[in-house]
Protein backbone atom coordinates (compact mmCIF):
# COMPACT_ATOMS: atom_id res chain seq x y z
CA UNK A 1 0.00 0.00 0.00
CA UNK A 2 0.97 3.63 -0.25
CA UNK A 3 3.18 5.22 2.71
CA UNK A 4 5.06 8.24 3.43
CA UNK A 5 8.12 8.48 5.66
CA UNK A 6 9.06 11.87 7.21
CA UNK A 7 12.26 13.06 9.22
CA UNK A 8 11.34 12.42 13.22
CA UNK A 9 11.24 15.41 14.82
CA UNK A 10 11.38 17.81 16.85
CA UNK A 11 13.41 20.04 14.47
CA UNK A 12 14.65 23.19 16.44
CA UNK A 13 16.57 26.28 14.86
CA UNK A 14 17.59 29.70 15.12
CA UNK A 15 15.86 32.63 13.05
CA UNK A 16 17.43 32.52 9.64
CA UNK A 17 18.51 29.53 9.33
CA UNK A 18 17.78 27.08 6.47
CA UNK A 19 15.30 24.18 6.92
CA UNK A 20 14.69 21.08 5.28
CA UNK A 21 12.49 18.45 6.03
CA UNK A 22 13.02 15.25 4.63
CA UNK A 23 9.91 13.19 3.17
CA UNK A 24 10.00 9.85 1.40
CA UNK A 25 7.24 7.61 -0.35
CA UNK A 26 5.76 4.57 -1.52
CA UNK A 27 2.90 4.41 -4.19
CA UNK A 28 2.12 2.56 -7.43
CA UNK A 29 1.13 5.05 -10.45
CA UNK A 30 2.27 8.51 -10.28
CA UNK A 31 0.77 10.45 -6.95
CA UNK A 32 0.41 13.98 -6.08
CA UNK A 33 2.26 15.00 -3.46
CA UNK A 34 1.63 17.54 -1.25
CA UNK A 35 3.08 19.93 2.44
CA UNK A 36 0.53 20.81 4.90
CA UNK A 37 1.28 23.19 7.91
CA UNK A 38 -0.82 23.30 11.57
CA UNK A 39 -0.26 25.96 13.85
CA UNK A 40 -0.80 25.34 16.99
CA UNK A 41 -4.57 25.09 18.00
CA UNK A 42 -5.41 24.98 14.34
CA UNK A 43 -6.48 22.89 11.37
CA UNK A 44 -4.09 21.63 8.58
CA UNK A 45 -3.76 24.18 5.76
CA UNK A 46 -2.18 23.79 2.32
CA UNK A 47 1.18 24.91 2.09
CA UNK A 48 2.21 23.61 -1.05
CA UNK A 49 1.69 20.75 -3.90
CA UNK A 50 3.10 18.98 -6.82
CA UNK A 51 1.39 16.95 -9.58
CA UNK A 52 4.16 15.02 -11.40
CA UNK A 53 7.48 14.40 -11.33
CA UNK A 54 9.77 17.02 -11.48
CA UNK A 55 7.15 19.41 -10.35
CA UNK A 56 8.63 22.45 -7.86
CA UNK A 57 5.81 23.62 -5.78
CA UNK A 58 6.08 26.56 -3.55
CA UNK A 59 4.48 28.93 -1.56
CA UNK A 60 5.89 31.46 1.38
CA UNK A 61 9.29 30.58 0.72
CA UNK A 62 9.00 27.24 1.25
CA UNK A 63 9.80 25.14 -1.74
CA UNK A 64 9.35 21.33 -2.17
CA UNK A 65 10.29 19.34 -5.53
CA UNK A 66 8.81 15.77 -7.00
CA UNK A 67 11.34 13.53 -7.36
CA UNK A 68 10.40 10.10 -8.87
CA UNK A 69 13.64 8.73 -9.33
CA UNK A 70 14.12 8.83 -4.94
CA UNK A 71 10.68 9.06 -4.25
CA UNK A 72 11.08 12.09 -2.43
CA UNK A 73 9.71 15.70 -1.98
CA UNK A 74 11.68 17.13 0.63
CA UNK A 75 10.56 20.72 2.18
CA UNK A 76 13.01 23.60 2.07
CA UNK A 77 13.44 27.15 3.17
CA UNK A 78 16.58 29.64 3.09
CA UNK A 79 15.19 31.36 6.17
CA UNK A 80 12.89 30.52 8.59
CA UNK A 81 10.95 32.71 10.62
CA UNK A 82 9.83 32.36 15.00
CA UNK A 83 6.30 32.77 13.05
CA UNK A 84 7.19 29.26 10.69
CA UNK A 85 6.99 27.17 14.11
CA UNK A 86 3.94 24.55 13.49
CA UNK A 87 3.87 21.05 12.64
CA UNK A 88 4.43 20.07 9.31
CA UNK A 89 2.61 17.33 7.27
CA UNK A 90 3.84 15.54 4.28
CA UNK A 91 1.14 13.45 1.88
CA UNK A 92 0.00 12.19 -0.84
CA UNK A 93 -2.50 11.40 -3.27
CA UNK A 94 -3.47 8.07 -5.03
CA UNK A 95 -3.72 8.84 -8.66
CA UNK A 96 -7.18 7.21 -8.58
CA UNK A 97 -9.22 8.27 -5.43
CA UNK A 98 -9.66 10.38 -3.12
CA UNK A 99 -8.11 8.86 -0.17
CA UNK A 100 -4.98 10.91 0.94
CA UNK A 101 -1.93 9.25 2.87
CA UNK A 102 -0.28 11.49 5.48
CA UNK A 103 3.26 10.93 7.09
CA UNK A 104 3.38 11.18 11.05
CA UNK A 105 3.93 14.96 10.94
CA UNK A 106 7.71 17.10 11.97
CA UNK A 107 7.51 19.38 14.80
CA UNK A 108 8.93 22.74 13.86
CA UNK A 109 10.56 25.40 16.53
CA UNK A 110 12.45 28.28 15.64
CA UNK A 111 13.42 30.59 18.02
CA UNK A 112 14.36 34.18 17.80
CA UNK B 1 -8.48 29.66 5.89
CA UNK B 2 -12.32 29.95 6.20
CA UNK B 3 -13.72 28.35 3.31
CA UNK B 4 -13.93 25.41 5.84
CA UNK B 5 -15.91 25.74 8.98
CA UNK B 6 -16.76 23.55 12.11
CA UNK B 7 -18.74 23.84 14.99
CA UNK B 8 -17.78 23.16 17.93
CA UNK B 9 -14.33 24.24 18.32
CA UNK B 10 -14.03 22.11 22.13
CA UNK B 11 -16.30 19.30 23.14
CA UNK B 12 -15.62 17.97 26.53
CA UNK B 13 -18.49 14.67 27.06
CA UNK B 14 -19.12 11.95 29.15
CA UNK B 15 -19.45 8.33 27.59
CA UNK B 16 -23.05 8.15 28.28
CA UNK B 17 -23.54 11.47 25.95
CA UNK B 18 -24.77 12.15 22.51
CA UNK B 19 -23.36 14.74 20.46
CA UNK B 20 -22.83 15.98 17.31
CA UNK B 21 -20.01 17.74 15.14
CA UNK B 22 -20.70 19.88 12.46
CA UNK B 23 -18.86 20.67 9.44
CA UNK B 24 -19.63 23.23 6.69
CA UNK B 25 -17.68 24.27 3.20
CA UNK B 26 -18.03 27.31 1.24
CA UNK B 27 -15.74 26.20 -1.56
CA UNK B 28 -18.51 24.88 -3.69
CA UNK B 29 -16.96 21.07 -3.80
CA UNK B 30 -18.60 17.48 -3.98
CA UNK B 31 -16.73 15.40 -1.72
CA UNK B 32 -16.44 15.97 2.10
CA UNK B 33 -14.26 13.79 4.63
CA UNK B 34 -13.58 13.51 8.52
CA UNK B 35 -10.27 12.60 9.67
CA UNK B 36 -9.49 11.50 13.41
CA UNK B 37 -5.90 13.10 14.76
CA UNK B 38 -4.81 11.60 17.82
CA UNK B 39 -1.25 12.71 19.55
CA UNK B 40 1.34 10.58 18.02
CA UNK B 41 -0.58 9.12 15.31
CA UNK B 42 -0.97 9.87 11.39
CA UNK B 43 -3.63 11.35 10.48
CA UNK B 44 -6.32 8.43 9.84
CA UNK B 45 -9.32 8.93 7.29
CA UNK B 46 -12.71 8.06 8.55
CA UNK B 47 -15.06 8.49 6.16
CA UNK B 48 -15.86 9.90 2.73
CA UNK B 49 -18.57 11.54 0.90
CA UNK B 50 -19.64 11.90 -2.76
CA UNK B 51 -22.43 14.17 -3.84
CA UNK B 52 -23.76 13.34 -0.24
CA UNK B 53 -23.11 9.36 -1.01
CA UNK B 54 -21.19 7.72 1.63
CA UNK B 55 -18.24 6.09 -0.31
CA UNK B 56 -16.05 4.88 2.10
CA UNK B 57 -16.02 3.98 5.62
CA UNK B 58 -12.07 3.19 7.07
CA UNK B 59 -13.67 0.72 9.49
CA UNK B 60 -14.68 2.74 12.07
CA UNK B 61 -16.49 1.99 15.10
CA UNK B 62 -20.21 2.24 14.89
CA UNK B 63 -20.57 4.71 18.06
CA UNK B 64 -19.46 7.25 15.21
CA UNK B 65 -22.39 7.72 12.65
CA UNK B 66 -21.66 10.01 9.70
CA UNK B 67 -24.56 12.34 8.28
CA UNK B 68 -24.54 14.33 4.97
CA UNK B 69 -27.68 15.98 3.94
CA UNK B 70 -26.01 18.17 1.27
CA UNK B 71 -22.67 18.73 -0.45
CA UNK B 72 -21.82 21.52 1.58
CA UNK B 73 -22.65 19.84 5.15
CA UNK B 74 -21.05 17.23 7.14
CA UNK B 75 -22.13 16.27 10.34
CA UNK B 76 -20.54 13.44 12.70
CA UNK B 77 -23.25 11.88 15.21
CA UNK B 78 -21.17 10.55 18.64
CA UNK B 79 -22.86 8.06 21.21
CA UNK B 80 -21.21 6.23 24.15
CA UNK B 81 -17.65 6.95 23.16
CA UNK B 82 -14.25 5.61 25.05
CA UNK B 83 -11.80 7.83 26.37
CA UNK B 84 -9.74 6.56 23.56
CA UNK B 85 -11.70 8.52 21.53
CA UNK B 86 -10.58 11.70 22.75
CA UNK B 87 -8.94 13.36 19.38
CA UNK B 88 -8.92 16.36 17.47
CA UNK B 89 -11.47 15.64 14.73
CA UNK B 90 -10.85 17.29 11.17
CA UNK B 91 -13.50 18.13 8.29
CA UNK B 92 -12.13 18.84 4.76
CA UNK B 93 -13.44 18.95 1.61
CA UNK B 94 -12.50 19.04 -2.21
CA UNK B 95 -13.68 18.71 -5.89
CA UNK B 96 -12.57 15.48 -7.47
CA UNK B 97 -13.50 16.67 -10.81
CA UNK B 98 -11.04 19.75 -10.95
CA UNK B 99 -7.90 17.82 -11.55
CA UNK B 100 -5.35 16.76 -8.75
CA UNK B 101 -7.68 16.37 -5.79
CA UNK B 102 -6.66 19.02 -3.12
CA UNK B 103 -8.37 18.63 0.21
CA UNK B 104 -8.72 22.00 2.08
CA UNK B 105 -9.31 20.91 5.70
CA UNK B 106 -11.47 23.04 8.51
CA UNK B 107 -10.05 24.27 11.88
CA UNK B 108 -11.25 20.99 13.59
CA UNK B 109 -13.33 20.17 16.98
CA UNK B 110 -11.51 19.12 19.65
CA UNK B 111 -13.01 16.28 21.64
CA UNK B 112 -12.31 15.02 24.93
CA UNK B 113 -14.31 12.04 26.43
CA UNK B 114 -14.30 12.02 30.17
Known amino acids: GNSVTQMEGPVTLSEEAFLTINCTYT??????LFWYVQYPGEGLQLLLK?????DKGSNKGFEATYRKETTSFHLEKGSVQVSDSAVYFC???????????FGEGTQLTVNP | ETGVTQTPRHLVMGMTNKKSLKCEQH?????MYWYKQSAKKPLELMFVYNFKEQTENNSVPSRFSPECPNSSHLFLHLHTLQPEDSALYLCASSQPSRGPDTQYFGPGTRLTVL
Open chain 1, 91 to 101: ALLETSGSRLT
Open chain 2, 27 to 31: LGHNA
Open chain 1, 27 to 32: ATGYPS
Open chain 1, 50 to 54: ATKAD
